[in-house]
Nanobody, 122 residues
Framework: VQLQASGGGLVQAGGSLRLSCAASGFTVSSYVMGWFRRAPGKDREFVAAINWTGPTGYADSVKGRFTISRDNAKNSVSLQMNSLKPEDTAIYYC?????????????????WGQGTQVTVSS
């Protein structure tokens, strides 16, 4: 099982970025997939998750601005981030949950990508 995140970068406040997570060794449509982030000096936190039926949840801080999606043909998961704010600056990780239903707890996710840096300047 491997997860490869990409798409991070430096963007001004109000801008957009699209993160992608390419998966191998399993089928993303069979698992709950999530995005998490770790800001400097803070714990890793839940951002969004998607299961086999579609998007299942977003952190309150990103609702209305971020959209998680899945591309079954490419076996990948994406995170479209709009109206970015400086407080969105973090390393973003994609992750695969263990078998079972939706969860926002990082401890329920057992495979992680390497992370991609997102920096939002004011």
């Amino acid at each position: 099982v491997q997860l490869q995140a990409s798409g991070g970068g430096l963007v001004q406040a109000g801008g957009s970025l699209r993160l992608s997570c390419a998966a191998s060794g399993f089928t993303v449509s069979s698992y709950v997939m999530g995005w998490f982030r770790r800001a400097p000096g803070k714990d890793r936190e839940f951002v969004a998750a998607i299961n086999w039926t579609g998007p299942t949840g977003y952190a309150d801080s990103v609702k209305g601005r971020f959209t998680i999606s899945r591309d079954n043909a490419k076996n990948s998961v994406s995170l479209q981030m709009n109206s970015l704010k400086p407080e969105d600056t973090a390393i973003y990780y994609c992750a695969r949950k263990s078998r079972g239903s939706y969860s926002e707890s990082e401890y329920m996710y057992n495979y992680w990508g390497q992370g991609t840096q997102v920096t939002v300047s004011s």
